[in-house]
C-alpha cells in the first residue's frame, strides 16, 4: 500500500462525491476489483539472469521474467549502459538508444565480416521482391546508389592525387625557432 | 534453428540460430506454425524503435505446437496448439490483476511504460520473437490459449494481436448506437477497428488512408465508406462537412508513427527521428472528433514526444483513450465472435511466406507491393 500522509477521515466531505461509475477506463482497467494497491502482489519465481540485463530505473526491482535477447555488447552497448542511468523521463536516455542502434549496425556489418560472412546488403533489403512488383523503383534506386557510389569513389580518388601532386607544406608554428625566417642584418 | 535476425533499418534476414531454453519454471518452449510481420513490426524494422539490437529476433504475433514446459506450467503441456498473445504477462501483478495484460510489471526490466512483448526491441523487454521455428514464451499458463479443433489456425494466429487490437481501439472508443467512427488507416488492424466498430453499435463507419488497394479492401471487408486524403484538400474539413460540421463522435488511430499526409511531420519524425514517429493520423484524430468526443489510440508511437495539437484536446473536451491491446482479457468474447461468423480475420491474409524469404516479406509489406494486406510467416513449412 502507498503511503498515506493525510487522516482522510478527518477532510470533511471526504468521498462524498466519489462514485464508481464516473470511471472512464472500463472495462479497461477493472478498478472496483481493486483490494490493495501499490507492491502487494505474490510474485512469480525469480528467474536469475544468465547475461547482462540493463535495468530502467524507474523499476525498483528487476521483473520476475526477462529477456535475454542480445545483451549489450561493444561501444554501442557502452552507449546503452550510459543510457540506463537515466529515466525513461529523460530524453537523453531514448536519444542515446538511438545513437546506440546506429553504431550497432556498423558492428553488426564488422562482425559478419569477421566471422567471414560477407553481408549481402541488397538481399536483406529485399532487393529480389523490388525487381519482381516494382521494377521502375529497382531500377531508380539502383541508379540512384550507384551514381552515389561512383561520386563517392570519383571524390576520394581526386583527393587523393591531389594530395600526390601538391603535397601541403607543413604549417610553421611561431614558437618552433627553426621555422622563424633568417632575417639578415 | 532458423530464424528472423535483424541486421539494421530495412535490413533482415534469416539465420541459424540457437535453440531457445526454458529460463524460468513458467516458461514454455513452442515449436512455431505460423507467424505474421505485423504493421508495427515495420515501426522496428525502418529504425523508429529505441533500443532495437541488431541480431534480435522480431515477432509478436504468433501460434505453435507446445514442445515443452516448465516445472511449474500446469494448463499446457507437448502437443498443445497453441494462440500465443503479444502481452508477457504475469498475471499476479497490480496491473495484470486488473486486466491490464498489456501493461505487466513482471516483464519488463528496460521499462517501466510497457509490458513485455515478445520480439519487440528491449524497449518492450528484450525477449526473442515468434519469427523462428521456435521460441521462448515465458509465463506459458497465463496467455496461450488452446487453438479450438473447430478454429482455423488462420484466425488463430490473428488473434494474438491484430483482432483484439483493433477490438480494443472500438472498444476504447466507447461506441454508443449510431455513432459516426472514423478510422485512421486501413492496414490490418484499422480494419478489424472499423470491422469491430459495427459490432458496438456504429451507425456509420469511415475509413480514411491514402493506398487504393487498401480503401478497396476496407470498403469490402469492414465495410465502411473509404476515403484517400490524397484527394482530399484538408482531410479535418472534409470530416466535418461529413458530419455536419460538428465532427464525429468517435476517431481511431490506427496508424501510429509511421503516418504519411504531412510533409513536416514525415521529415521530424520518421525521418529525422527528431519526433516519437509522424503523428498527423492522431493530429487529424483529434481535430476530427466532435466536441466532447472520444480519440481512441492504438497506432505505436516511440516513447519520446510527438508534435499534437493537446490544446484541442482541452478545448474540445476529448476524451483520449489508448492501451496496448488486453489480448487475453478479450480473448473469449473474440472467440465468441469468430464461432459466430461475426468476425472472419483471415480474410485479411494476401501473402504466405517461408522464414527463408523474410527479407522479401517485410520489403513487400513496407514498401506495400503486391497489394500485401498481411503476410503470414511459415517457419516449419506448411
Given at each position: 500500500m502507498t503511503k498515506q500522509l493525510v487522516d482522510t477521515s478527518k477532510i470533511p466531505g471526504w468521498g462524498t462525491d466519489a462514485d464508481p461509475k464516473n470511471n472512464p477506463t472500463y472495462p479497461i482497467r477493472h478498478i472496483e476489483d481493486q483490494k490493495d494497491r501499490g507492491l502487494t502482489w505474490t510474485r512469480p519465481s525469480q528467474q536469475i539472469p544468465q547475461v547482462e540485463v540493463l535495468r530502467s530505473i524507474e523499476h525498483n526491482r528487476l521483473p520476475a521474467v526477462i529477456g535475454t535477447s542480445t545483451p549489450p555488447s561493444g561501444l554501442s552497448g557502452a552507449i546503452r549502459r550510459y543510457a540506463f542511468r537515466r529515466s525513461e523521463s529523460d530524453w537523453w536516455h531514448w536519444l542515446l538508444l538511438m545513437g546506440a542502434d546506429r553504431i550497432n549496425v556498423v558492428e553488426g556489418v564488422v562482425e559478419d565480416l569477421t566471422r567471414g560472412k560477407l553481408p549481402n546488403i541488397p538481399g536483406e533489403m529485399g532487393a529480389r521482391s523490388e525487381w519482381q512488383h516494382n521494377k521502375k523503383g529497382f531500377v531508380l534506386k539502383a541508379g540512384a546508389t550507384l551514381a552515389v557510389g561512383i561520386a563517392l569513389v570519383a571524390a576520394f580518388r581526386r583527393g587523393g592525387s591531389r594530395q600526390e601532386a601538391t603535397p601541403v607544406p607543413a604549417v610553421a608554428s611561431p614558437t618552433d625557432p627553426d621555422s622563424v625566417p633568417h632575417i639578415p642584418y | 534453428m532458423l530464424a528472423m535476425n535483424y541486421r539494421g533499418p530495412y535490413r533482415v534476414r534469416a539465420d541459424e540460430k540457437p535453440m531457445p531454453q526454458i529460463l524460468h519454471p513458467e516458461d514454455a518452449i513452442v515449436r512455431v506454425t505460423r507467424s505474421c510481420i505485423c504493421g508495427s513490426d515495420l515501426h522496428l524494422y525502418h529504425g523508429m524503435v529505441p533500443d532495437t539490437r541488431v541480431g534480435m529476433t522480431f515477432g509478436h504475433e504468433f501460434c505453435g505446437i507446445v514442445e515443452q514446459v516448465g516445472p511449474e506450467v500446469r494448463n499446457l503441456k507437448p502437443g498443445d496448439h497453441v494462440l500465443v498473445p503479444f502481452n508477457i504477462a504475469c498475471g499476479k501483478c497490480h496491473f495484470c490483476q486488473q486486466g491490464l495484460y498489456g501493461n505487466c510489471h513482471e516483464s519488463n526490466a528496460q521499462a517501466t511504460a510497457v509490458g513485455g512483448i515478445f520480439g519487440y526491441s528491449h524497449t518492450a523487454g528484450g525477449y526473442d520473437g515468434g519469427q523462428a521455428q521456435y521460441v521462448r514464451v515465458p509465463y506459458a499458463d497465463v496467455g496461450p490459449m488452446v487453438i479450438p479443433d473447430w478454429m482455423d489456425p488462420d484466425d488463430a494466429v490473428l488473434l494474438t494481436d491484430v483482432v483484439p487490437t483493433g477490438y480494443q481501439a472500438a472498444e476504447m472508443g466507447g461506441i454508443q448506437p449510431g455513432d459516426t467512427v472514423v478510422v485512421f488507416g486501413a492496414g490490418p488492424v484499422g480494419l478489424m477497428a472499423a470491422r469491430s466498430a459495427w459490432l458496438f453499435g456504429a451507425g456509420r463507419v469511415i475509413v480514411i488512408d491514402h493506398l487504393d488497394y487498401r480503401l478497396e479492401f476496407a470498403r469490402v471487408f469492414a465495410p465502411a465508406e473509404v476515403y484517400n486524403f490524397r484527394e482530399i484538400d484538408d482531410v479535418v474539413v472534409f470530416l466535418k462537412k461529413q458530419t455536419d460540421s460538428l465532427g464525429a463522435d468517435v476517431c481511431i488511430d490506427a496508424v501510429g508513427g509511421d503516418a504519411a499526409g504531412n510533409a513536416l511531420q514525415y521529415v521530424f519524425g520518421?525521418?529525422?527521428?527528431?519526433?516519437?514517429?509522424?503523428?498527423i493520423a492522431l493530429h487529424w484524430a483529434i481535430n476530427s472528433v466532435k466536441k466532447g468526443g472520444i480519440v481512441s489510440i492504438v497506432g505505436v508511437y516511440g516513447p519520446t514526444g510527438n508534435m499534437i495539437p493537446i490544446g484541442n484536446v482541452v478545448n474540445k473536451g476529448i476524451t483520449v483513450r489508448a492501451n496496448q491491446a488486453s489480448v487475453k482479457r478479450l480473448l473469449p468474447r473474440l472467440v465468441e465472435h469468430i464461432r459466430a461468423g461475426h468476425l472472419n480475420p483471415k480474410a485479411m491474409i494476401t501473402h504466405r511466406v517461408p522464414l527463408t524469404d523474410i527479407a522479401d516479406a517485410y520489403h513487400i509489406f513496407s514498401a506495400k507491393l503486391d497489394g500485401c494486406i498481411k503476410p503470414v510467416l511459415l517457419p516449419n513449412g506448411q
Open positions: - | 520518421t525521418k529525422l527521428k527528431l519526433e516519437a514517429g509522424s503523428a
